[in-house]
């Protein structure tokens, strides 16, 4: 198989505050993850590819150290919203790539108040 | 550049109608193709892939075939079921990316 789960599902926060959103591969080893943003009735977007044991790579437009990743180990890949304000509300959704296909972790919900 | 292209929605079908969403993409190289599904509020799921020309991927009644000739990947079911009401995607794999469609919403009603 080739699970990859995300936590939380949803998270509420006050504007400010930091959101830390966890995406593991659970039955794969997977060197690199992907993070996606998506707002209501669009495609995903893709934000940025973390690669274990290296810095990620960040799409054209995407604060660096406004979402900092982190993946420190072939089955986890962490995204911190830093810092979070109303307009970082949205479905993050994260990736892991086993072989040459992209499987999906169902989502985190983001709602910043 | 590479890009993705598919059929807009939204999409509205009578059960047991048939489906088909088109996909038409750009790219250098040798691609590879895929569909994946996003039921409401959740993350998407692989439906279905091939990996070389006139590989026909298939999965709980769905079919696409991979036409290099035409640049083509469109996904296609015999007869809907309210439960395939969702958002398709049609994406390419080109090795170093991944590239999405726009993504066609499919509503099926009783």
């Known amino acids: 198989g080739a699970v990859v789960s995300q936590h939380p599902s949803w998270v509420i926060c006050k504007s400010g505050t930091s959101v830390k959103i966890e995406c593991r591969s659970l039955?794969?080893?997977?060197?690199?993850m992907f993070w996606y943003r998506q707002f209501p009735k669009q495609s995903l977007m893709l934000m940025a590819t973390?690669?274990?044991?290296?810095?990620?790579?960040?799409e054209q437009g995407v604060e660096k150290d406004k979402f900092l990743i982190n993946h420190a180990s072939l089955t986890l890949s962490t995204l911190t919203v830093t810092s979070a304000h109303p307009e970082d509300s949205s479905f993050y959704i994260c990736?892991?790539?086993?072989?040459?296909?992209?499987?999906f972790g169902p989502g985190t919900r983001l709602l910043v108040l | 550049g590479n890009s993705v292209t598919q059929m807009e929605g939204p999409v509205t079908l009578s059960e047991e109608a048939f489906l088909t969403i088109n996909c038409t993409y750009t790219?250098?190289?040798?691609?590879?193709p895929f569909w994946y599904v996003q039921y409401p509020g959740e993350g998407l799921q692989l439906l279905l892939k091939?990996?070389?020309?006139?590989d026909k991927g298939s999965n709980k009644g769905f079919e696409a075939t991979y036409r290099k000739e035409t640049t083509s990947f469109h996904l296609e079911k015999g007869s809907v079921q309210v439960s395939d009401s969702a958002v398709y995607f049609c994406?390419?794999?080109?090795?170093?990316?991944?590239?999405f469609g726009t993504g066609t919403s499919l509503t099926v009603i009783p």
């Open positions: 990736s892991a790539r086993k072989v040459e296909t992209q499987y």
């Open positions: 039955d794969f080893q997977a060197t690199t």
């Open positions: 973390s690669n274990e044991g290296s810095k990620a790579t960040y």
């Open positions: 790219a250098t190289g040798y691609p590879s």
């Open positions: 091939a990996t070389k020309a006139d």
């Open positions: 994406a390419l794999n080109t090795g170093n990316q991944f590239y």
